[in-house]
């Protein structure tokens, strides 16, 4: 079964800390995996997808095949960082996603 | 570019009732997804229109359904609705459907059932 499953609900650091979100994926195929981001009181939107490989707003994910996992992590968090985090995958042909559950991340000043 | 809207924000309605929610895509994509966000979950998959035809289906009974219009804008219907059913309800629009393609969310519709 396609399934992502996202273990920390909250995870809170101090200003200019290091973050990691986890994120483990299930599926048989070659799914592509994405970061979307919800900050307060605005939608639900993109962060970054692996096949970029691109490094936004300084966070960067690696897709790792063989732990089939797909962590975000950036050197210094800041406090507009502060946000509900969920990953996602879709799988072959269609842009269908599959979401975790979420995990908030509070930067604290 | 006008982006992904939904419409009405918020909603209340009784177990039993029918609902009809909205979503205008946004310019020039021609694919619709709807998903259900319950308290405290990520959003889960409904199903999606493409090109006014229903591409794809999760894991929701058949009295959840929709439509998709010629301009692309959809509905989401739920008839004989159950307490589960309040969630936001979001709905995405994409330019083709295709594996790697960005979804563009609206803001969502709250719906409340009592």
């Known amino acids: 079964a396609q399934r992502v499953t996202q273990p920390e609900k909250l995870l809170s650091v101090f200003k200019g800390a290091p973050v990691e979100l986890k994120c483990n994926y299930s599926?048989?195929?070659?799914?592509?995996l994405f970061w979307y981001v919800q900050y307060s009181r605005q939608r639900l939107q993109l962060l970054l997808r692996?096949?970029s490989r691109e490094s936004i707003k300084g966070f960067t994910a690696d897709l790792n095949k063989g732990e089939t996992s797909f962590h975000l992590k950036k050197p210094f968090a800041q406090e507009e960082d502060s946000a509900m985090y969920y990953c996602?995958?879709?799988?072959?042909?269609?842009?269908?996603?599959?979401f975790g559950t979420g995990t908030r991340l509070q930067v604290f000043p | 570019e006008t982006g992904v809207t939904q419409s009405p924000t918020h909603l209340i309605k009784t177990r039993g009732q029918q609902v009809t929610l909205r979503c205008s895509s946004q310019?020039?994509?021609?694919?619709v997804s709807w998903y259900q966000q319950a308290l405290g979950q990520g959003p889960q998959f409904i199903f999606q229109?493409?090109?006014?035809?229903?591409?794809g289906r999760g894991n929701f009974p058949p009295r959840f359904s929709g439509l998709q219009f010629p301009n692309y804008s959809s509905e989401l219907n739920v008839n004989a609705l159950e307490l589960d059913d309040s969630a936001l309800y979001l709905c995405?629009?994409?330019?083709?459907?295709?594996?790697?393609?960005?979804?563009?969310f609206g803001p969502g519709t709250r719906l409340t059932v009592l």
């Open positions: 995405a629009s994409s330019l083709g459907g295709n594996q790697g393609d960005t979804q563009y």
């Open positions: 599926y048989s195929g070659s799914p592509e």
């Open positions: 692996h096949i």
């Open positions: 996602a995958l879709s799988s072959y042909n269609t842009d269908k996603l599959i």
């Open positions: 310019s020039g994509h021609n694919t």
């Open positions: 229109y493409y090109r006014e035809e229903e591409n």
